[in-house]
Protein backbone atom coordinates (compact mmCIF):
# COMPACT_ATOMS: atom_id res chain seq x y z
CA UNK A 1 0.00 0.00 0.00
CA UNK A 2 1.29 3.23 -1.26
CA UNK A 3 0.35 5.16 2.02
CA UNK A 4 2.23 2.33 4.21
CA UNK A 5 5.68 2.63 2.11
CA UNK A 6 5.85 6.56 2.08
CA UNK A 7 5.13 6.60 5.57
CA UNK A 8 7.64 4.20 6.93
CA UNK A 9 10.25 5.56 4.81
CA UNK A 10 9.53 9.06 6.95
CA UNK A 11 9.50 6.89 10.15
CA UNK A 12 13.03 5.04 9.04
CA UNK A 13 15.06 8.55 7.86
CA UNK A 14 13.65 10.08 11.19
CA UNK A 15 15.36 6.94 13.34
CA UNK A 16 18.56 6.93 10.88
CA UNK A 17 19.00 10.96 11.70
CA UNK A 18 18.63 10.33 14.94
CA UNK A 19 21.37 8.10 15.13
CA UNK A 20 23.37 10.07 13.37
CA UNK A 21 22.91 12.85 15.43
CA UNK A 22 23.32 11.05 18.54
CA UNK A 23 27.09 9.67 17.46
CA UNK A 24 27.83 13.40 16.51
CA UNK A 25 26.55 14.61 20.00
CA UNK A 26 29.07 11.36 21.51
CA UNK A 27 31.60 12.54 19.54
CA UNK A 28 31.37 16.41 20.73
CA UNK A 29 34.01 17.27 23.11
CA UNK A 30 32.81 17.69 26.81
CA UNK A 31 35.85 20.44 27.47
CA UNK A 32 36.06 23.66 27.39
CA UNK A 33 32.75 24.64 29.00
CA UNK A 34 30.74 26.12 26.67
CA UNK A 35 27.22 27.63 26.46
CA UNK A 36 26.76 29.77 23.05
CA UNK A 37 23.28 29.55 21.74
CA UNK A 38 22.70 26.27 20.16
CA UNK A 39 25.96 24.29 20.32
CA UNK A 40 26.26 20.93 21.77
CA UNK A 41 29.95 20.53 23.04
CA UNK A 42 31.42 22.20 25.94
CA UNK A 43 29.27 20.26 28.64
CA UNK A 44 28.99 16.18 29.52
CA UNK A 45 27.85 13.60 27.62
CA UNK A 46 23.87 13.83 29.29
CA UNK A 47 23.58 17.52 29.17
CA UNK A 48 24.56 17.21 25.49
CA UNK A 49 22.04 14.53 25.07
CA UNK A 50 19.33 16.93 26.12
CA UNK A 51 20.44 19.82 24.52
CA UNK A 52 19.63 17.43 21.45
CA UNK A 53 16.25 16.56 23.06
CA UNK A 54 15.91 19.82 23.68
CA UNK A 55 15.15 21.41 19.79
CA UNK A 56 12.07 22.24 18.24
CA UNK A 57 13.50 20.67 15.13
CA UNK A 58 14.55 17.25 17.19
CA UNK A 59 11.27 17.02 18.78
CA UNK A 60 9.13 18.16 15.36
CA UNK A 61 11.16 14.78 13.44
CA UNK A 62 10.17 12.44 16.34
CA UNK A 63 6.62 13.42 16.08
CA UNK A 64 6.48 12.77 12.66
CA UNK A 65 8.49 9.85 12.94
CA UNK A 66 5.29 7.90 15.50
CA UNK A 67 2.66 9.48 13.52
CA UNK A 68 4.38 7.83 10.80
CA UNK A 69 4.82 4.36 12.67
CA UNK A 70 1.37 4.33 13.56
CA UNK A 71 0.27 4.77 10.16
CA UNK A 72 2.23 2.27 8.68
CA UNK A 73 0.09 -0.21 11.30
CA UNK A 74 -2.96 1.54 10.84
CA UNK A 75 -3.59 4.64 7.58
CA UNK A 76 -7.03 5.22 9.30
CA UNK A 77 -5.79 5.93 12.79
CA UNK A 78 -8.33 8.16 14.16
CA UNK A 79 -8.13 9.41 18.19
CA UNK A 80 -8.96 12.42 19.75
CA UNK A 81 -5.34 12.50 21.22
CA UNK A 82 -3.92 10.83 17.97
CA UNK A 83 -5.58 13.71 16.23
CA UNK A 84 -3.88 16.49 18.48
CA UNK A 85 -0.42 14.47 18.24
CA UNK A 86 -0.85 14.42 13.95
CA UNK A 87 -1.54 17.85 13.54
CA UNK A 88 1.84 19.14 16.25
CA UNK A 89 3.70 16.58 14.04
CA UNK A 90 2.23 18.55 10.87
CA UNK A 91 2.35 22.04 12.14
CA UNK A 92 6.21 21.50 14.05
CA UNK A 93 7.39 20.17 10.86
CA UNK A 94 6.15 22.59 8.66
CA UNK A 95 7.62 24.96 10.57
CA UNK A 96 10.69 23.67 11.05
CA UNK A 97 10.95 23.65 7.30
CA UNK A 98 10.13 26.88 6.54
CA UNK A 99 12.22 28.41 9.36
CA UNK A 100 15.14 26.86 8.51
CA UNK A 101 15.06 27.22 4.47
CA UNK A 102 14.28 31.42 4.86
CA UNK A 103 16.56 31.71 8.15
CA UNK A 104 18.59 29.59 9.99
CA UNK A 105 20.07 27.73 6.69
CA UNK A 106 21.82 31.38 6.20
CA UNK A 107 23.82 31.00 9.55
CA UNK A 108 24.12 27.36 10.06
CA UNK A 109 27.14 25.34 8.12
CA UNK A 110 26.76 21.57 8.53
CA UNK A 111 30.43 19.83 8.76
CA UNK A 112 31.09 16.82 7.70
CA UNK A 113 28.85 13.97 6.04
CA UNK A 114 26.99 13.06 9.51
CA UNK A 115 26.09 16.59 10.10
CA UNK A 116 25.04 17.34 6.05
CA UNK A 117 22.84 14.41 6.20
CA UNK A 118 21.30 14.46 9.30
CA UNK A 119 20.67 18.23 8.53
CA UNK A 120 19.24 17.45 4.97
CA UNK A 121 17.02 14.64 6.37
CA UNK A 122 15.53 16.81 9.64
CA UNK A 123 14.94 20.27 7.78
CA UNK A 124 14.11 19.08 4.28
CA UNK A 125 13.25 15.49 3.54
CA UNK A 126 11.19 15.25 6.21
CA UNK A 127 9.08 18.16 5.82
CA UNK A 128 8.67 17.54 2.53
CA UNK A 129 7.85 13.72 2.98
CA UNK A 130 5.45 14.57 5.59
CA UNK A 131 3.16 17.46 4.21
CA UNK A 132 3.38 15.49 1.13
CA UNK A 133 2.13 12.27 2.62
CA UNK A 134 -0.69 14.28 4.26
CA UNK A 135 -1.97 16.01 0.75
CA UNK A 136 -1.63 12.20 -0.55
CA UNK A 137 -2.82 10.21 1.69
CA UNK A 138 -4.39 11.87 4.37
CA UNK A 139 -6.32 10.51 6.81
CA UNK A 140 -8.89 12.69 6.28
CA UNK A 141 -10.99 14.65 7.96
CA UNK A 142 -9.19 14.94 11.41
CA UNK A 143 -8.58 18.12 12.65
CA UNK A 144 -11.26 20.55 13.86
CA UNK A 145 -11.20 23.64 15.95
CA UNK A 146 -10.91 21.65 19.69
CA UNK A 147 -8.05 19.94 17.81
CA UNK A 148 -5.90 22.73 16.82
CA UNK A 149 -6.93 24.47 20.68
CA UNK A 150 -5.11 20.55 21.78
CA UNK A 151 -2.60 21.62 19.41
CA UNK A 152 -1.27 24.52 20.79
CA UNK A 153 -0.68 22.59 24.31
CA UNK A 154 2.88 21.41 22.70
CA UNK A 155 4.34 24.47 21.75
CA UNK A 156 3.30 26.51 24.89
CA UNK A 157 5.18 23.48 26.79
CA UNK A 158 8.59 23.71 24.38
CA UNK A 159 8.47 27.54 25.11
CA UNK A 160 7.94 27.24 28.68
CA UNK A 161 10.56 24.26 29.09
CA UNK A 162 13.38 26.62 27.32
CA UNK A 163 13.01 28.90 29.08
CA UNK A 164 13.32 27.26 32.49
CA UNK A 165 15.81 25.42 31.29
CA UNK A 166 17.81 28.23 29.46
CA UNK A 167 17.34 29.82 33.24
CA UNK A 168 19.02 26.62 34.76
CA UNK A 169 21.67 25.91 32.49
CA UNK A 170 22.51 29.01 30.81
CA UNK A 171 21.93 27.47 27.08
CA UNK A 172 19.23 28.34 24.64
CA UNK A 173 18.84 26.05 21.58
CA UNK A 174 17.65 29.08 19.65
CA UNK A 175 18.63 32.86 19.64
CA UNK A 176 15.09 34.12 19.79
CA UNK A 177 14.77 32.53 23.33
CA UNK A 178 17.65 33.51 24.49
CA UNK A 179 16.95 35.36 27.53
CA UNK A 180 20.58 35.79 28.72
CA UNK A 181 20.83 38.05 25.40
CA UNK A 182 17.60 39.97 24.90
CA UNK A 183 16.04 39.49 28.23
CA UNK A 184 12.30 38.24 29.05
CA UNK A 185 10.94 41.29 27.52
CA UNK A 186 11.96 40.49 24.36
CA UNK A 187 11.79 36.65 24.72
CA UNK A 188 8.25 37.08 25.47
CA UNK A 189 7.23 38.82 22.41
CA UNK A 190 8.59 36.14 20.26
CA UNK A 191 7.16 33.95 22.48
CA UNK A 192 3.86 35.53 21.24
CA UNK A 193 4.72 35.59 17.93
CA UNK A 194 5.61 31.76 17.76
CA UNK A 195 2.32 30.68 19.25
CA UNK A 196 0.62 32.46 16.65
CA UNK A 197 2.75 31.46 13.91
CA UNK A 198 1.68 27.57 15.51
CA UNK A 199 -1.93 28.40 15.78
CA UNK A 200 -1.99 30.04 11.90
CA UNK A 201 -0.71 27.26 10.37
CA UNK A 202 -2.53 24.85 12.41
CA UNK A 203 -5.55 26.79 11.03
CA UNK A 204 -4.33 26.41 7.50
CA UNK A 205 -4.36 22.69 7.95
CA UNK A 206 -7.91 22.65 9.52
CA UNK A 207 -8.34 24.56 6.12
CA UNK A 208 -7.26 22.21 3.88
CA UNK A 209 -8.74 18.91 6.36
CA UNK A 210 -11.99 20.50 5.37
CA UNK A 211 -11.50 21.65 1.69
CA UNK A 212 -9.41 18.65 0.31
CA UNK A 213 -10.73 15.36 -1.05
CA UNK A 214 -11.15 12.34 2.14
CA UNK A 215 -8.51 10.11 2.72
CA UNK A 216 -8.78 7.44 5.13
Same mark, same amino acid.
Given at each position: ?? %? ?19 ? *? ?12 ? $??? %? $???? +? ?19 ? @? +? ?35 ? +?? *? ?29 ? $? ?13 ? *? ?9 ? @? ?11 ? @?????? $? ?33
Amino acid at each position: MP %SRLWNGAIAALVVFGLVLQVV *ITVRAPALPPAHAV $GTL %S $GAPL +ATRLVRVASFFTIQSNVLCAV @V +AAQLVRDPRRDGRIWRMVRLDALLGITITGIVYATVL +AR *IHEPKGWEQTVSNAIFHYVVPIMTVAGWLLF $GPRPRIDAATVARAA *IWPLAWIVYTV @VHGELSDWYPYPF @VDVATH $GYARVSVNAIGVLVVCVVVAAGYLVGDRRLPARS
